[in-house]
């Protein structure tokens, strides 16, 4: 049987790299499938309070990103985890050595150094912290520095030189104090400690008098030089802190502002293509580098904003694992450099949203000391694509529970009303193939009652296959200019060949000729209406009205009924409504197709009551586009010489 | 006298249970296909006087079918459209069928359509000059047209559109083959056109052009001139 993998033991303090730390350690657990212990040695009492509430901390922190954590008590650190190393079997022992001890600690004497002496078994990691980065031009700037202090001292002694000396050095010290920490200050620590010492040579042997005599003689003037030196390194030590202070302040100012803009605008992305080119668009600001948002697309990706210029990317199933990143936000997410480029792993709540790709122009991709701002924006970005995933599931349940709601009333409805016809169908179709004779009258009864219930049936169904196609879209509007009279001439027509004369009055304005509608769609409104109306006030005289205004026209059914009551008037346009009471006959959908048609024709309807009593449904379209020229020799059709 | 010959090309066995008794029980000869290879082999050995073709067979396109059909036969063809068929059914009309039933229809309708069908579209040429019906005369010899005995006055295009229905003998006229005859080759788009002088020939010859009863629209289709008796 396999041993177990030996842990990773992590090294942690209370100084800010221990994140850096901590997430080295995962990423060697995560390639090695090893367990990771958190180690912090407690090396006895002068620690301050703040400094074990920070060490908690990290510990906790480590503890989420699946480490066990241990605490020791030892007289040194090295001791510590080198009995720790080896008590636990760890095959590597991560730990951090920073850069702000004294030079000489660094030879020799650090954790490291010590541990490896101490005959280590475990790999050593030590991370350091991040190299300075070199000032841009630093080499050209090595000899102007060195000749600027020369300068500066050659000023200085050249000034001494005009104040009245008289053996006591007290103002030729004010004006070398001053010379160095210039120097110090502008050309950084080691110039200034070499212009000190220039400095005490330059007095003893160009200002004292006698000139040129040895530097013995001048005890006590060297001492006051030495008070020189340190007080412009003091001096320069301050300055140099407070200018890393102010430049941290700087940074930091920068950083939230990046992130203010960069989370207001991404909150204002409503698609992902949205949130693609927003990021583009705020690393080209901040980074200087093109951004693209990768989402992987079975073995290829789907590029946003598209497409990017280099075809040639890793394959998902390549890049991800080595971007592999944990499994919330936060985790660690390291970006990963590959030539140019820089990618990222956009890490949401539950998994990766992503990938975030950077080209820079220099090799190498950004330069680490940006990483920090750049995991910051992953981490918005990841949350911005997150967020609309949300959004867009929240919309697809909101649509299915609205199609099951429907599905449950349809069935409901459509259970009743199929049924009915087919039981009357088939009881007469049963009682006529009964053996014996029927009589005349009854067979012609029964035989009615087929056809006109199998004509409900089919009604039925042709109404709720239009009423389904209509709303998937499946019908498109066809808009053909013409004459509005056709189309009620064509639902009236349509109407008394099948039941003879309409009680309809038809009252159509002088100004209205050419409409743009669909002719097939818009008779169905009007049949729709019409049938309604002779539903609801049987026999009485209807009325059909139409009129025009500056882009619209519309177009009225009114009827003398019982009309609708008013809190069912904002619902008689849904499906399946029927007025609690109607009798036999629609099953509701009359008005819902009206109402879809009217709207895929841009164009609103609705209820109003009829001054005088019953019902008055109003329907307007837009009279949109310009009208075709009218034919040539027509001029008996001037506008409105339809009647 | 012989009996006219249909053939029903028509895949849905309860529909051919209907339409075999109705047509038989008229003095038709009636056959029957339930697929279009079945059919077209039955209507090159009989040569059907008239074929009732539905446009959603199992085995090919119906519109296939009609072309073939009418690559080597003249034969009225009538179509029968489901209710999604909108758009097959004009493209089957100006591809040469002679007009179609929507699905579903009853007995009455489908044998009226045969009947029209079965008569012969007029030729050019006119043998037979005065059509009449419904109070309507329409002289095409002497290109008059009146209205209850009293006398019409068409302009020229009105006379050509009214023309162009009337010879059609009842059948349905697409937008398209009316345009094409009526403003010739070039026409087709100005659908519009159409529109305005039936308006204008409905009111001149309708009593009520809201209500019309000779110029009848057929949706998104074209027109049809129905010159039978009142309350057909």
Known sequence: MEAPPRPILVA????????RLIQAGFRLARERSAPWIAVHVDTGPGAAVEDAEQVQVWMQEALQMGASVQMVAAPTLAQGLSELTRTSHAQALVLGRSRDRWPWARLGHSTADELQRRGLEAE????????????????????RALLGTLLVLAACTGLAWLIPREGDPSQVLLVNLLGVTFIAHRWGSGLGLLASAMSV???????????????????????????????????????????????EVQRRELHTASLYLLGRDLARSLTPEGVAETTARHIQRVFRGQAWLLFPDGAGWRVRPAPSPLALLPSPGELLPQLAAGGRVGDPLEPLVIGE?????????????GVLRILTANEGGLPSQTWELLKAFAVQIALALERLRWLEEARRTQVENETERLRSTLLGAIGHDLRTPLAAIHGAASSLLLPGTIAEATRTDLLTMIQEESERLAHLLGNLLDLTRLESGAIQVQKEWQPLEEVIGSALGRMERRQGHLPVRVDLTETCSLVPLDAALIEQVLVNLITNAQRHAPGQEMDLRAWDEPGWVHLEVADRGPGIPAEFQDRVFDKFFRLPGAGEGGVGLGLAICRAIVQAHGGTIHLQERPGGGSCFRFALPLDGTPPAPPEGAESLTPGGIR | MNQPLILIIEDEEALRRFLIPTLSGQRYQVLSAATATEGLAMARSHNPDLVLLDLGLPDRDGMDVLKELRSWSRKPVVILSARNQERDKVQALDQGADDYLAKPFGAAELLARIRVALRHTLPTEVTEPVVCGGGLRIDLAQREVSLEGRIVKLTALEYRLLEALVR?????????????????????????????????LRKKLEVDPTRPRHFITEPNVGYRLSLEALGD
Do not use: C
């Open chain 2, 168 to 200: 059609r003998n009842g059948k349905v006229a697409t937008h398209r083959q009316l345009l094409a005859e009526v403003w010739g080759p070039g026409g087709e788009g100005n659908t519009h056109y159409l529109r305005i002088y039936m308006a204008m």
């Open chain 1, 124 to 143: 050593l990691v030590v991370l350091d912290d991040r190299p300075e980065v070199a000032e841009p031009g630093a080499e050209g700037l090595q000899f």
């Open chain 1, 201 to 247: 040579l330059l007095y003893n042997f160009l200002l004292e008098t006698p000139r040129f005599r040895s530097v013995s003689a001048h005890w006590p003037n060297l001492l006051m030089f030495l008070l020189v030196l340190l007080a412009a390194q003091a001096v320069v030590g301050l300055l140099h802190r407070m200018r890393q202070q102010a430049r």
């Open chain 1, 341 to 353: 480029a820089t990618w990222l792993s956009l890490t949401g709540t539950n998994g990766s949203e």
């Open chain 1, 12 to 19: 942690l303090g209370s100084e800010a790299r221990s994140l």
